[in-house]
T-cell receptor, first 112, second 113 residues
Framework: LAKTTQPISMDSYEGQEVNITCSHN???????ITWYQQFPSQGPRFIIQGYKTKVTNEVASLFIPADRKSSTLSLPRVSLSDTAVYYC?????????????FGKGTTLSVSS | DSGVTQTPKHLITATGQRVTLRCSPR?????VYWYQQSLDQGLQFLIQ???????AKGNILERFSAQQFPDLHSELNLSSLELGDSALYFC????????????FGPGTRLLVL
């Protein structure tokens, strides 16, 4: 599995756009990039998944450059409720025996 | 609400004891994953089952075991408990065999005294 590297923590203010970058230099051809959000004492929640270029949903956007060695999760106009830990995960889909490595994630703190 | 249920929500027990955590996946999901999350370790993958069969193993101790039953619910058994086993235990499910979007349950908080 590709190893991922994310910043340990980030700070922001309400209303700002937040970009969290994840490095995955050893990403394989069949790997997908998935981001999860976790609030204290709750299970992680799926945010967005992509393979290449840009993916957008009602919560976030995911930017993946052509070489796929990194990805950026973009949260538009964050609010206090976006304070959470964000995990970047790189893994193949539909491949048996995939042990998913979540890492430490990025702790985002949003202030007013 | 992810559709994944876990029981019990909280569990307090003593060292040396054995406990069983239960997970019911989302309707239609064949894969169940177990994770352990402690304050200093982050989210650690333990084991995955797909349609009743073990598919992937992570950092699961020999004192821990799991199984998935024909109705697809899963149980994680923790025995000879130690203080360091105190953690949040999450179950997640997905509809395929590996690497896909996972839906996490609310977790079971285990406290070993």
């Amino acid at each position: 599995l590709a190893k991922t590297t994310q910043p340990i923590s980030m700070d922001s203010y309400e209303g700002q756009e937040v970009n969290i970058t994840c490095s995955h230099n050893n990403i394989a051809t069949n790997d997908y990039i998935t981001w999860y959000q976790q609030f204290p004492s709750q299970g992680p929640r799926f945010i967005i998944q992509g393979y290449k270029t840009k993916v957008t949903n009602e919560v976030a956007s995911l930017f993946i450059p052509a070489d796929r060695k990194s990805s950026t999760l973009s949260l538009p106009r964050v609010s206090l409720s976006d304070t959470a830990v964000y995990y970047c995960l790189v893994a193949p889909r539909d491949q048996a025996g995939t042990a998913l490595i979540f890492g430490k994630g990025t702790t985002l703190s949003v202030s007013s | 609400d992810s559709g994944v249920t876990q029981t019990p929500k909280h569990l307090i027990t003593a060292t040396g004891q054995r406990v069983t955590l239960r997970c019911s996946p989302r309707s239609g999901d064949l894969s169940v994953y177990w994770y352990q999350q402690s304050l200093d370790q982050g989210l650690q993958f333990l084991i995955q089952y797909y349609n009743g069969e073990e598919r992937a193993k992570g950092n699961i101790l020999e004192r821990f075991s799991a199984q998935q039953f024909p109705d697809l619910h899963s149980e994680l058994n923790l025995s000879s408990l130690e203080l360091g086993d105190s953690a949040l235990y999450f179950c997640a499910s997905s509809d395929r065999t590996g690497g896909e979007t996972q839906y996490f349950g609310p977790g079971t908080r285990l406290l070993v005294l």
